[in-house]
């Protein structure tokens, strides 16, 4: 039987520099598979743009719940966990965390939240995450110089803070998991306490 390949998620709220640090590593890790969330299938990817790219109409918070979910599920279930047991890395942008933090700061109840990603995600546990922490008001004003505005980018500071309450729940509920990094340094420090952390938990 082959070694399980290892499954590292990147999470983090509103102009955290996740996408440049998932670029660096893309360079650093080049025999790993990454993918995004929600996307990283085509059916997901056509999720993406109706549930979050979209800004032409509302989307009620349920409705994006089961969206991200379904979207998830065909990739986690469909192609992560095959690769995995294959013995493939995988990195994950964004994972169920993110319909925690994100629709939990809509209102949609966390418990829902839990069980609705248990079964989208088979259960599957990452070997790591790294969690990018910023300020949601300078995230916010990062994001402003940015062409890639969703929904949630425009939401308002006091949403934002939610999210970010969230996180740390995240944190305190997975502790041997979770490696918080300061989003607020030069990239290239971050991407240093990036690597930092896949060493010390034995990753690469």
Not at 164 to 183: H, Q
Request: aromatic fraction near 10%.
């Amino acid at each position: 039987m082959k070694e399980r390949g290892k499954f590292v998620v990147l999470e983090g709220g509103v102009g955290c520099g996740k996408t440049s640090q998932v670029n660096l590593l893309r360079r650093e890790l080049p025999a790993w598979e990454f993918y995004r969330e929600p996307g990283g299938t085509e059916f997901g990817e056509k999720v993406r743009d109706a549930v979050q790219a979209d800004l032409s109409h509302d989307i009620h918070p349920y409705a994006a719940l089961f969206g991200y979910s379904a979207s998830r599920t065909h990739l986690i279930r469909g192609v992560v966990i095959p690769k995995i047991e294959q013995g493939t890395n995988v990195l994950l942008d964004r994972y169920w965390y993110s319909s925690f933090a994100y629709q939990g700061a809509e209102g949609v109840s966390k418990p829902i939240i839990f069980a609705i990603s248990l079964i989208a995600t088979k259960g599957l546990k990452p070997d790591l995450v790294l969690h990018y922490e910023l300020l949601p008001e300078i995230g916010k004003d990062r994001k402003k110089k940015k062409a890639d505005i969703d929904r949630y980018d425009v939401k308002d500071l006091e949403f934002h803070n939610k999210v970010r309450e969230n996180y740390l729940i995240l944190k305190r509920l997975f502790p041997g998991i979770w490696r918080t990094i300061d989003a607020s340094q030069p990239i290239n420090n971050v991407f240093v306490d990036s690597m930092t952390a896949l060493h010390r938990r034995g990753i690469v």
